[in-house]
C-alpha cells in the first residue's frame, strides 16, 4: 500500500463480513469493476505484455484496470520459478492504494492434455491419468487423495482458485471435452465430485484451502452434434430425450459438497424452456435455477471470452456471445450482469462496466452484490494475512517423489483390460515388438526386436481416432469420427497375424473399436499414461483396476442414431460402461 495507515479491514480479528463491507465502503467504482475481471496471464516479466494471447502485461491490468484476478497460461521450468513470479505479481497488487492480493487461478494442471483453451500438461507438478482415468478407477478415496496432492501443490506456487472440476456428463460421445469429464454415468460423477471437492476444498474452507470453480453448469454434454460452442459451430445445446434436469444431477452434489464457485458453459439451450442464449447471458439459468431454485451463492464466473472478439495470429476468434450475436460488447456486458453473474472470464475491460453504471444501466448495489461475494472468497482464503507463496520450500512440495509416485499409481490402476486372450500379464525377458512406445522405457521389461516377425509378443500403443476441423485453435480440438481408418484396422490386424499383439489405446473420447478389437491378443484402454506406467500394469507389477467410464459404441451409426443428452442411449454397445477385466 502507499501509505501506512491502517483500516479495520486488514484486522484479521474482526469477522469477515465486517471486513468485507469496511473495504466495500472504501472502494470507488473503477475498483469494483476491476474485482469483477478474470483475465490471462503468464510467467514472465510482470512488466511486459504475454506472448501467447495478445494481451497487456499483468502490471497494467493490476495498475490501470485495477485488476486482481488472474488465470495462469503456460508454466514454468520449476515450482519455485512460478511461485517467484507470482509474488513479483503480488508486490505490485499490495502497492497499490487498498493493496488488495491477487487470486490466481488454473485450468486443470496434472494430466496430460496440452490445450490451452481446457488445460496444461502437468510440467513440474505431479502427473496423474485425466480425471477419466480417475473416473475408471471409480475410488473416492484416490480422488480426495488427488484433490489433496494438488492443492498442496497448488498451494505452494500460490494458486488458489482451480477452474476444474469439469463435471458434464459425457452422453455425446463425439463431443472434444470428454477427457475432463467424470464420464457418463451421473451417480459416479456425483460421488466423485464430492470427494473432488473435500480434496481441493478441506471440509472447512479456509487458508489452506484452494477454491473449487466447478463447470459447466447446468451441464456441457449435451452438444448438438457434438460440436464444441468455443467455435460458432456449436453454439446449440439439445436435449432430444428431455433430461435437461439429469445434467444437473452432478451440480447439486457440488452444491451441497461446498464448491465455492460456478461456471457456466458457453452453449446456448434449443427447444426448452429457457430462453436460447448462452448460459452466462440466461437469467433463467443462472439467477431462477442455480441461486433461486439451488439455492447457490457463492460466485459465478462465465467461461472465457463472452463480450470480446479476439484475434490470434491470422485467426479470428469471435466473442461466445451465442444468442447474443446482435448485441453491442456493452449490451453483453449488461445482459451477463442482469442473468445473476459476478464475474467476467477471458476479458479485460472493466471501463465498459464502469461506463454502464454512470450511464445508468446498471445500479451500483447490483455491483456490490458480486463484488461482496468476491472479497468474502480473498479474506477467507487468507490472502490479506499470507498473499506470497514460500519459494524456498516450494520445489519440496511441487513434484516430490511422493506425489509423483501416487499419480503414477493412479495411471496405472486406471488402465483398463477390455479384452485378453491369455496374453496378459505380460511375462518378464520377452522379445518385444513397440510401436508408439519408447524402446528405452520398453526395454525395461524385455529385450526390444526390430519386426513383429522377431518378436514374442508386440505392444501397440494408438490413439482414439478425431477429425482436424477449422482453423487456429479449432484445430487443438479432437473432434468428429471415432472409426479407426481402414489403413489402421488393416496394421493391427497384420502385426497380430505375425505376433501376439497387445494394443493400448488412449480414450480421451469414447473410440469405435469394432474394426480393430478382433485380431489382437488384447486390447486395454488408458486415459492418460506413461509407458512405464502402462507397463507396470500390463506386466501385472501394478494391478490394472480401471473399468470403463463411458460405454464404448459398436459403430458411428449408432452414435449419430442417439440422442446426446441421454446416458447409455447408443444401441448393443460394444463394451459397457463399467467393463474392466483386470488381470
Same mark, same amino acid.
Given at each position: 500500500m502507499t501509505d501506512s495507515t491502517t483500516y479495520p479491514y486488514q484486522d484479521a480479528t474482526l469477522p469477515v463480513s465486517e471486513r468485507v463491507e469496511d473495504l466495500l465502503a472504501r472502494l470507488d467504482i473503477e475498483d469494483k469493476a476491476g474485482l469483477m475481471f478474470h483475465t490471462m496471464t503468464g510467467p514472465g516479466d510482470p512488466t511486459k505484455p504475454m506472448q501467447m494471447f495478445p494481451l497487456p502485461s499483468i502490471q497494467s491490468h493490476i495498475v490501470e484496470r485495477r485488476m486482481t484476478h488472474f488465470n495462469i497460461l503456460g508454466g514454468a521450468p520449476s515450482g519455485a520459478e512460478l511461485a517467484a513470479w507470482q509474488n513479483a505479481c503480488q508486490e505490485i497488487a499490495l502497492s497499490q492504494r487498498w493493496g488488495i492480493p491477487i487470486t490466481f487461478s488454473t485450468d486443470p494442471r496434472h494430466h496430460f492434455t496440452d490445450n490451452p483453451l481446457m488445460s496444461l500438461m502437468a510440467g513440474p507438478f505431479s502427473?496423474?491419468?485425466?480425471?477419466?482415468?480417475?473416473?475408471?478407477?471409480?475410488?473416492?478415496?484416490?480422488?480426495?487423495?488427488?484433490?489433496?496432492?494438488?492443492?498442496?501443490?497448488?498451494?505452494?506456487?500460490?494458486?488458489?482458485?482451480?477452474?476444474?472440476?469439469?463435471?458434464d456428463l459425457a452422453t455425446e460421445p463425439r463431443w472434444s471435452r470428454v477427457a475432463g469429464t467424470f464420464g457418463e454415468d451421473a451417480e459416479l460423477t456425483s460421488d466423485l465430485v464430492e470427494a473432488y471437492i473435500y480434496g481441493f476444498q478441506g471440509t472447512e474452507f479456509g487458508a489452506d484451502s484452494v477454491s473449487t470453480m466447478t463447470k459447466h453448469f447446468p451441464g456441457g454434454g449435451a452438444q448438438?452434434?457434438?460440436?464444441?460452442?468455443?467455435?460458432?459451430?456449436?453454439?446449440?445445446?439439445?436435449?432430444?430425450?428431455?433430461?435437461?434436469e439429469h445434467h444437473m444431477a452432478p451440480f447439486k452434489r457440488a452444491i451441497a459438497a461446498g464448491t465455492r464457485q460456478m461456471m457456466p458453459y458457453y452453449g446456448m439451450p434449443v427447444g426448452t424452456e429457457y430462453e436460447e442464449v448462452g448460459f452466462s447471458f440466461n437469467k433463467q439459468v443462472i439467477t431462477g435455477l442455480l441461486r433461486e431454485r439451488l439455492g447457490f451463492d457463492g460466485i459465478v464466473c462465465t467461461d472465457w471470452g463472452l463480450v470480446t472478439d479476439v484475434k490470434f495470429g491470422e485467426a479470428d476468434m469471435p466473442a461466445r456471445a451465442w444468442g447474443a450475436e446482435h448485441l453491442s460488447d456493452a449490451e453483453r456486458m449488461q445482459k451477463i450482469i442482469d442473468a445473476g453473474v459476478d464475474q467476467f472470464g477471458g476479458e479485460h475491460r472493466p471501463e465498459l462496466l464502469v461506463e454502464l453504471v454512470r450511464d445508468g444501466k446498471v445500479s451500483e448495489e447490483r455491483i456490490d452484490q458480486s463484488v461482496r461475494r468476491l472479497l468474502v472468497e480473498k479474506f477467507e482464503l487468507g490472502l490479506f494475512e499470507n498473499p506470497f507463496a514460500d519459494v524456498d520450500a516450494c520445489d519440496g512440495i511441487v513434484g516430490n517423489a511422493e506425489f509423483v509416485q501416487a499419480g503414477l499409481d493412479a495411471q496405472s490402476a486406471s488402465v483398463t483390460v477390455l479384452?485378453?486372450?491369455?496374453?496378459?500379464?505380460?511375462?518378464?525377458?520377452?522379445k518385444i515388438y513397440v510401436e508408439g512406445v519408447d524402446a528405452e522405457v520398453a526395454g525395461q521389461y524385455g529385450t526390444v526386436v526390430e519386426s513383429p516377425a522377431e518378436a514374442d509378443v508386440a505392444l501397440l500403443r494408438v490413439k482414439a481416432p478425431f477429425e482436424i476441423r477449422g482453423e487456429g485453435m479449432e484445430q487443438m480440438f479432437h473432434q468428429g469420427n471415432l472409426e479407426f481408418s481402414a489403413e489402421e484396422a488393416a496394421h493391427i490386424a497384420e502385426v497380430?497375424?505375425? *505376433?501376439?499383439? *497387445?494394443?493400448?489405446?488412449?480414450?480421451?473420447?469414447?473410440?469405435?473399436?469394432?474394426?480393430?478389437?478382433?485380431?489382437?491378443?488384447?486390447?486395454?484402454?488408458?486415459?492418460?499414461?506413461?509407458?512405464?506406467?502402462?507397463?507396470?500394469?500390463?506386466?501385472?507389477?501394478?494391478?490394472?483396476?480401471?473399468?470403463?467410464?463411458?460405454?464404448?459404441?459398436r459403430s458411428m451409426a449408432a452414435i449419430e442414431a442417439s440422442r446426446e443428452d441421454a446416458p447409455f442411449d447408443t444401441e448393443n454397445p460394444l463394451f459397457r460402461f463399467g467393463h474392466g477385466l483386470g488381470l
Open positions: 502427473q496423474w491419468p485425466e480425471t477419466l482415468g480417475l473416473a475408471a478407477i471409480a475410488s473416492t478415496e484416490t480422488m480426495q487423495r488427488f484433490g489433496d496432492i494438488a492443492r498442496r501443490e497448488y498451494l505452494a506456487v500460490g494458486i488458489r482458485v482451480a477452474l476444474h472440476p469439469q463435471i448438438k452434434d457434438g460440436t464444441d460452442p468455443h467455435f460458432q459451430t456449436g453454439r446449440e445445446q439439445v436435449y432430444p430425450a428431455g433430461m435437461f479384452k485378453n486372450e491369455s496374453v496378459l500379464p505380460l511375462a518378464a525377458g520377452k497380430s497375424a505375425a *505376433v501376439p499383439t *497387445v494394443v493400448d489405446v488412449y480414450l480421451d473420447r469414447a473410440a469405435v473399436l469394432t474394426a480393430i478389437v478382433d485380431a489382437p491378443a488384447a486390447v486395454v484402454a488408458n486415459y492418460g499414461c506413461s509407458d512405464t506406467s502402462l507397463l507396470e500394469a500390463l506386466t501385472g507389477k501394478k494391478q490394472p483396476i480401471g473399468k470403463l467410464p463411458f460405454d464404448l459404441p
